[in-house]
């Protein structure tokens, strides 16, 4: 299942301009700028020069050879990111003209007026940007999967189930009990429950993939999942 995931293809080209390798970094990228964004906010840039260094970085990550000097032996593209992007923004000088954001090269996918009204609605915290950047990604992981569980019922048109089984995911105090959801679906109680548990079973086996697409070990996702559970949770 998780033979060739998109970091260890990534790894495995050795930052090579592999069109493969390419591919996956940039899907991997796009996927989970926003906690790089967060992490840039929470170390006190503006929006303007957080968008500036966050595509600035990213254009690093893609035409540069930064790949080949990620280790191997810790192989999470979350460690791996938040490690180069330190770095760079050590390194980094503001740029005053926007022409020059990204290198010219922009991510089409970085929605900066989304992420800034994501960013200012997080509750007010004093923790760390580190920690802050694993509760973002953790919660990105969490987005993308439910998402693509979405797309599954929605591509055998049953998105109406999956509204209203949704909050039986995560245990939401305000879900419809299994026999109201029941009467309005046609179905016997235990075929809405029946539902449920495949609804639970396939998220839980999206959200160890999509993880396992982050890491180049797939004997780490049960480590890697802990990890992100705690910093949501905290």
């Excluded at 330190?86 to 020059?100: I, P, T, V, W, Y």
């Excluded at 109406?160 to 009990?177: F, I, K, T, Y």
């Excluded at 396992?212 to 780490?220: G, I, K, N, Q, R």
């Amino acid at each position: 299942m998780f033979a060739t995931t998109r970091w260890s293809l990534v790894q495995a080209a050795g930052g090579e301009r592999e069109t493969p390798a390419r591919e996956a970094l940039g899907t991997l990228c796009e996927t989970y700028w926003f906690p790089l964004y967060a992490f840039a906010r929470h170390r006190g840039l503006s929006p303007e020069q957080a968008e500036d260094r966050t595509q600035s970085f990213f254009a690093f990550v893609l035409e540069g050879n930064v790949i080949s000097r990620a280790d191997r032996q810790r192989g999470r593209f979350r460690s791996f990111l938040l490690r180069s992007l330190q770095n760079f923004l050590m390194s980094e000088q503001r740029h005053d003209d926007a022409q020059k954001r990204g290198g010219g090269r922009v991510i089409q996918s970085l929605d900066v007026t989304q992420a800034e009204s994501r960013y200012v609605h997080e509750p007010t915290s004093h923790e760390t940007p580190e920690r802050l950047f694993d509760r973002q990604w953790a919660l990105t992981i969490l987005q993308t999967t439910l998402d693509k569980l979405r797309a599954e019922y929605r591509a055998e048109s049953r998105s109406d189930l999956c509204e209203s089984l949704e909050p039986h995911l995560h245990g939401d105090e305000n879900r419809l009990p299994y026999v109201e959801l029941a009467a309005r679906f046609g179905l016997s109680d235990e075929a809405i429950k029946s539902a449920a548990h495949r609804m639970r079973r396939r998220y839980r086996e999206l959200l160890r993939a999509e993880v396992a697409e982050t890491l180049t070990d797939p004997s780490d996702v049960d480590d890697e999942l802990r990890s992100l559970m705690e910093a949501v949770a905290t």
